[in-house]
């Protein structure tokens, strides 16, 4: 169960956000909204939610996630593979010292961003994408087993991070789009498939027994909500048109 969240209020400066899909420019204000409406659906699943202000230097500042791994025991600060994002977690590690008493970090020329790590109970898949590397990958899996817990790489080409293409819904159940169906390290779960067409819907996440879902996606609404799940739709097209998705806007513990 998770009981806290860390969110941080989209800049401005956010229109000039990092993206390789082509669907235009965010709207600040509907960002601003669908942002508030995110952390409202926070809330009503029970977490207490930390809101940090904007801050204009960084226009994906508001995809928190990738700047930290937070474990039981510990906050692991990644090291951004994406050159403008580096310096996100220099304000993300004053946060975390104030919670976590213990801070480890992913070090040069280690790269990492967190939306290519997926925890599956003590045990976390770690995407080698553009913006992670293997070196990366094996720093925090170092970290990982000093704190009794486990990680391996999975490689992939498909989309930004791991969890662009596949979420862990807890009890066995992973939702998995395109290339991530066929791969052997996935092949133990149930696959809840996600159609070409919804890919977007893959980055689903489940948080305290609900799954939030983006909005505008029926057939994977409806296969989650088949597996048994409560369903919570969120809109985040604006955050989709810079390949951000429902994982990448909190720091969910
Ligand atoms: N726009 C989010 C990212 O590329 O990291």
């Known amino acids: 169960m ?26 600040y204000e509907s960002a601003i909204i669908q942002h508030q409406k995110y952390v409202q659906t926070l809330k009503d699943c029970g977490l207490d939610v930390i809101i940090l202000d904007a801050d204009e230097h960084y226009p994906d500042s508001t995809f928190v996630e990738d700047t930290a791994l937070l474990i039981p025991k510990c906050a692991i600060i990644t090291n951004p593979g994406a050159p ?17 008493g213990n801070l480890e970090e992913i070090k040069d020329p280690g790269t990492l961003e967190a939306g290519d790590v997926m925890m599956v109970g003590t045990h976390y898949y ?6 992670t590397n293997s070196r990366g990958a094996n720093q925090l899996i170092a970290i990982l087993n000093q704190f009794g ?3 391996s790489t999975v490689s992939f080409k498909e989309g930004l991070h791991l969890k662009s ?8 159940n992973l939702l998995v789009t395109g290339k991530f169906i066929d791969k052997p390290e996935f092949r133990k779960f149930n696959l809840i498939t996600v159609d ?8 689903s996440i489940w948080i305290n027994g609900n799954v939030l879902v983006p909005q505008g996606f029926p057939k994977t609404r409806k296969k989650i909500e088949s597996a048994g799940y409560k369903i919570i739709e969120v809109d985040v097209s604006e955050f989709r048109k810079l390949d951000g998705g429902l994982s990448c806007l909190s720091l969910r513990f």
């Open 196 to 203: 070409q067409d919804e890919s977007y819907a893959a980055n």
């Open 126 to 131: 770690i995407g080698l994408s553009e913006r």
């Open 165 to 172: 293409g596949v979420s862990y819904l807890e009890n066995n």
């Open 84 to 100: 403008s994002r580096k310096d996100e977690i220099i304000k993300m590690k004053k946060v975390l010292i104030g919670l976590f």
């Open 149 to 151: 817990m486990t990680g």
């Open 2 to 27: 998770f009981t806290k969240a860390i969110v941080r209020i989209p800049c401005k400066n956010l229109v000039n956000g990092l993206t390789a899909s082509n669907l235009g420019k965010p709207d």
